[in-house]
């Protein structure tokens, strides 16, 4: 079956917003076996909204059009496919509740034209909204499908992990399964060639490989008549690649993030953790803090940014910042051996760094971050050296951190075993 | 004249990649005042790539297509747009020495396909590539104009500045300008209600609201025959804007975030800040620490995650959390209080809440969030319910944070001058 997207608004086309979803869509659709030939992007307009669905529903079966959902006059998707189909609407009841107490849990005042998105086509498949008040709808007819989604990325994601790719899966001849081998510590290009003989000899199943924010995610997608027979092929085929990677491979679990990894290392294991950041700034706790059931091993953390905060949180002497730097290992160990004083904690995280925008009067280039880590005592830090503008050093050395945490506490655990 | 982009590739219908040239080119189009309704993407086919250039070629004047200039097989942008204005195309000796000079340099092997990139359409203007070996070219045929540009971003953007803005700039009638009023604490069909009148009367300058983490922004933008008389169309209405939402308002710089202007007040008014949260766990100084400069204000924050930490850090009654919980607008003032026993900040935030994913035993429901600022002693605290999941929850109670400061903030320093 063929699937194409439609886009809709404005602020595409002005160029405020980055199409993200069109990645993650593109992605969905691929990674179920659908052939995917165009996309388009168009703005508020009504009879270039028709003219779009009415060219797309030509050449495609499935048509997924994406944003245009909001409760203002310049949002008219759901009125334009109605209008195409030539379909009614009629007002859903649960869902106006549901706005109606959206609006009220935020003590926000509800307008007339907040109603406009508890309208449903007839006959459609209702998608819950569960991040926001536009619900999704799947309207079969004539041998076509359409499928609207609201264009904010959380509600996206969160419907079609929900209710599309369920959806779609019925609709795929056969069964397309998918890993994805999660990794750090590698780039991409490295990856790509160490996988290299694998990937040139793919072709059920497909090997392809994905940047995201300092990690590389490796997917392996089978095809196959049914699930059963669809796993069989994938398993040698991850098990390769994570033989391959070793350390570097921090998951295969589709829900798992690199902060959820470690999280539930900790948990398993008993072990409490405390974060203790400059450059980074509470990002890193921030990440960890994410992840549900993080409180078992998460008690306290702290912000050391200042040099007079890291002196006396901290204990660490003027003198040896004055050597050495506040961006130095030394500092870098001296803040988990610091933090041991408030926080006994068995592994202890610290993070010191110059994320820029510019040099400071010690001469460290911009980029240089030196990460510790602690478990029982055993400190270790390492020195790296990110490219980028401040968010992109802050957000890196938090994953660097996330990284550096999970192999020290692996080797911690494996010792213990060994010793 | 309305524009129109075309980009070419496959890897962007499998997700393969972001398409952040359509972002970047939406941009310099929309700054430089052209109209433009419609983008597709569309994948390495002859058959389709000639399609989608019939389509555009009819509705548009300018099609700018990014990407298939490569030299293989699967590259053939070039070719299409000549078939379908029925062009020749010559070798170009200069690109086809730069062509050999550039793997000279880098000591790779040159193959015939190589050259293909060196080939010129007849009666086309060349525009030299100096990040990559594929020239861009400009064809004005038949009234209408092709731009072709290729797709790593690194040389699309070096080549638009270099030759494709001044080239337009020569295509375009008068100058675009606009403004984005920035705010916060109201949504977005709030917004839209609010203005109702100023958008039903619009054609120049034009408004439009977009919704953005917690924020809603407000765009006006004029059209005129200079940038002079564009600002003066501008003025009055985001002079409007500004007065209607007053507080809600927090920048009309293009450069500033929340967190910007929240450290620009404490900056420019001499108050330090300090931080201590539960549920956000550290996000907050991560988002105000983002910001350059913040060193001068802010030293130290703490992350008091769980009720021993709040009773041993903070120095809150076991019996204080027993009566009114972890999650109540009497921790959250107890959290600032109790901050200033270790750090005699002016500003001092606090944050604590339920942000999920389930409720426990305390009946408080998921997204209850209470904030506590203090400015000199005088503490308030402001009591939030967020919807959606644990990421979303955190996210809105560190923009609410954010805003609250920069509320408190500005109502201690008008009492000041008023007192």
Not at 2 to 23: C, D, P, S
Not at 105 to 111: G, I, T
Not at 296 to 321: A, D, H, M, P, Q
């Amino acid at each position: 079956m063929k699937v194409e997207f439609i886009f809709v608004g404005t602020e595409l086309l002005l160029g405020n917003i980055v199409n993200t979803n069109a990645f993650y869509l593109s992605n969905v659709c691929s990674s179920l076996g659908f052939v995917c030939y165009n996309q388009s992007v168009v703005g508020d307009n009504r009879e270039r909204i028709l003219e779009t669905i009415e060219m797309s529903a030509k050449r495609s079966d499935i048509i997924i059009l994406n944003g245009g959902l909001g409760p203002t006059e310049d949002d008219m998707t759901k009125e334009c496919v109605c209008e195409y189909l030539n379909i009614k609407m009629n007002m859903d009841e649960d869902t106006k509740k549901a706005i109606e107490a959206y609006f009220e849990k935020k003590n926000m005042p509800l307008c007339d034209s907040n109603y406009k998105q508890a309208l449903k086509p007839e006959g459609s498949m209702l998608l819950k909204n569960n991040n926001g008040t536009a619900p999704g709808f799947i309207i079969e007819k004539d041998g076509k499908i359409f499928i609207l989604l609201p264009g904010p990325p959380i509600e996206l994601e969160n419907m079609t992990k929900d209710y599309v790719i369920p959806y779609l899966k019925t609709k795929s001849d056969g069964v397309i399964n998918s890993v994805t081998v999660k990794m750090c510590g590698v780039c991409e290009s490295e990856v790509e060639n160490r996988l290299k003989d694998m990937i040139d000899r793919q072709t059920n199943p497909t090997i392809a490989t994905y940047c995201k924010e300092g990690e590389v995610h490796v997917r392996v997608t089978a095809k196959a008549e049914d699930e059963k027979s669809a796993n069989k092929l994938l398993r040698p085929i991850v098990k390769e690649i994570k033989s391959r990677f070793g350390v570097n491979v921090y998951s295969t679990d589709d829900e798992a993030t690199l902060e959820s990894s470690v999280v539930d290392l900790l948990v398993a294991n008993n072990l409490t953790v405390t974060t203790v950041e400059s450059c980074t700034g509470g990002l890193l706790a921030g990440r960890l803090i994410n992840v549900p059931g993080v409180s078992e091993v998460f008690k306290e953390g702290r912000i050391t940014y200042s040099n007079k905060s890291k002196r006396k949180t901290l204990g660490i002497k003027k003198r040896i910042i004055a050597e050495h730097t506040a961006v130095s290992a030394e500092v870098a160990e001296l803040m988990v051996k610091g933090a041991s004083a408030f926080n006994k904690a068995d592994v202890i995280v610290s993070v010191t760094g110059l994320a820029g925008p510019s040099s400071d009067s010690t001469n460290i280039p911009v980029g240089r971050v030196y990460i510790g880590c602690g478990v029982k005592g055993n400190v270790k830090v390492e020195e790296y050296n990110f490219a980028g503008n401040r968010e992109k050093v802050r957000a890196n050395a938090v994953t660097s951190a996330l990284f550096m945490m999970r192999r020290c506490i692996l080797e911690y655990l494996s010792e213990s075993v060994n010793g």
